[in-house]
């Protein structure tokens, strides 16, 4: 983005007209709640496709992995496809809604929304390791930006309702209400606006609620029950907040690197590039399908105490930490968030395993903990928002019994990655945006 872009005017600070814009962000919140919770229920079904699939494929004589490659090629083919006709749909769009509320590119249009929805539906779902959130943030975001406009809001306020509702959006892609809330004012607009804060707080309660009553009212993940780690094992989870930082700064720069590489080859069209992508991931998913896709069964396993020996939990992580960023550079729709869970809870069950390895000292008891743990701040660290990645984690798997570890080693992880000058993913991935020659939107 360039410098020169004239600063856009700030949001009223007074409560005038909050009324009309807490009212629609309500109905804002209900739209974002039923197509968040479609797209969530699309993504269920294709996890389930898919891997009916790999095993059907298993079955079968001959070269039978030929069968998920094909499948995840043509899933990433069609979503960049879908990019080539919406641009705008590349890549998770939370960098674009930061974007806009800085009045550094244009507030999305409505026609946004099919194209992030049918495109992260076929990207997500044929495999590729992206998360749901980028495109619920993103659709939340042209509904808020919609919704503004309609209600004849001055424009300050209208990119104010997109930066909430795009916060709505992630608190249905999580099923967190606070999370999403606290996403639109640590992440975004870092600062604590009242009428700001009522906006997102009414319009995520209200997507939230319509989510549930579609899907269910019960948390992503069901912890299997574990009692809080004693204090003296503090300075342990101190030290994996450090080593966390400093694994998802290099996750942040093996991103950026893949996006570079990537866009570096200009004789090959971009969906040639995301059907090599996928085909590659699908190659992935023959051999282990649970390291692709959002990976939700695969955090979902470990939380709920499923135990892996430890060659497999490796295969796992290597595969996730290096197909996330891979399946971002193939610019379709989807996210980061989600993978950057997986990631983390991964993280934590390797170090418990391997710290038990070398120093017996019956580290069982921390192995889900470790990955709750892993899952904040391996997420504090990449995108450096603590205590929105604290705050999703807890409602994620409503449970708070490691909520003292959890600050202790989020914080230590943004610090290392803040020492080691890894910057947050999406500071990075804005700065790469290419800058619009049109002004912000004079609504």
């Not at 914080?411 to 804005?430: E, K, N």
Request: glycine share 12%.
């Amino acid at each position: 983005m360039t410098e020169s872009t004239p600063e856009p005017p700030e949001p009223d600070d007074s409560m005038h007209g909050s009324i009309h814009i807490c009212l629609t962000a309500i109905v804002a919140g209900v739209f974002i709640g039923l197509v968040g919770a479609a797209f969530r229920w699309c993504l269920q079904q294709a996890d389930r496709l898919r891997i009916d699939l790999v095993d059907w494929a298993h079955g079968l004589p001959g070269p039978s992995w030929l069968i998920p490659v094909a499948a995840a090629a043509t899933g990433a083919t069609l979503a960049a496809l879908i990019v080539r006709w919406m641009p705008l749909a590349a890549g998770s769009g939370i960098q674009h809604v930061e974007a806009v509320f800085r009045g550094q590119a244009r507030l999305p249009r409505i026609h946004l929304l099919p194209a992030k929805f049918a495109g992260g539906v076929l990207g997500i779902g044929s495999g590729l390791v992206l998360g749901r959130e980028g495109p619920t943030v993103h659709m939340g975001a042209a509904i808020g930006a919609e919704a503004g406009r309609r209600a004849r809001l001055p424009e300050s306020e209208v990119r104010m309702m997109q930066t909430a509702l795009g916060g709505a959006g992630l608190a249905v892609a999580f099923n967190a209400p606070i999370g999403g809330t606290l996403f639109t004012l640590e992440e975004v607009t870092k600062s604590f606006r009242v009428k700001t804060v009522l906006a997102a707080l009414l319009a995520a309660g209200t997507a939230v609620g319509v989510s549930r009553l579609l899907l269910g009212n019960r948390p992503d993940f069901l912890v299997q029950p574990i009692g809080a780690p004693e204090l003296r094992w503090l300075w342990l989870f101190a030290l994996f907040g450090v080593l966390t930082g400093l694994l998802g700064a290099v996750y942040n720069r093996l991103t950026l690197w893949f996006l570079d590489r990537v866009a570096a080859i200009r004789r090959v069209p971009a969906v040639a590039k995301a059907t090599v992508i996928g085909a590659i991931v699908g190659l992935a998913m023959f051999f282990y399908p649970l390291a692709v896709g959002g990976g939700d069964t695969l955090t979902q396993m470990i939380v709920g105490g499923h135990q892996f020996v430890l060659p497999v939990v490796i295969g796992y992580l290597l595969v996730r930490f290096l197909a996330g960023p891979l399946s971002y550079s193939a610019a379709v729709p989807g996210g980061l968030f989600a993978p950057l869970l997986a990631v983390g809870a991964l993280w934590g069950v390797l170090f418990v395993g391997a710290v038990d390895a070398v120093w017996p000292k019956d580290l069982a008891g921390l192995t889900v903990p470790m990955a709750l743990v892993g899952m904040a701040a391996f997420f504090g660290a990449a995108v450096r928002a603590p205590v929105t990645a604290i705050v999703l984690v807890i409602e994620m798997t409503a449970t708070t019994e490691v909520a003292i570890p959890m600050l202790v080693a989020t914080a230590a992880s943004v610090l290392a990655a803040y020492l080691v000058g890894s910057a947050p993913i999406y500071d990075s991935l804005r700065e790469r945006m290419p800058p619009e020659p049109a002004p912000p939107d004079r609504t």
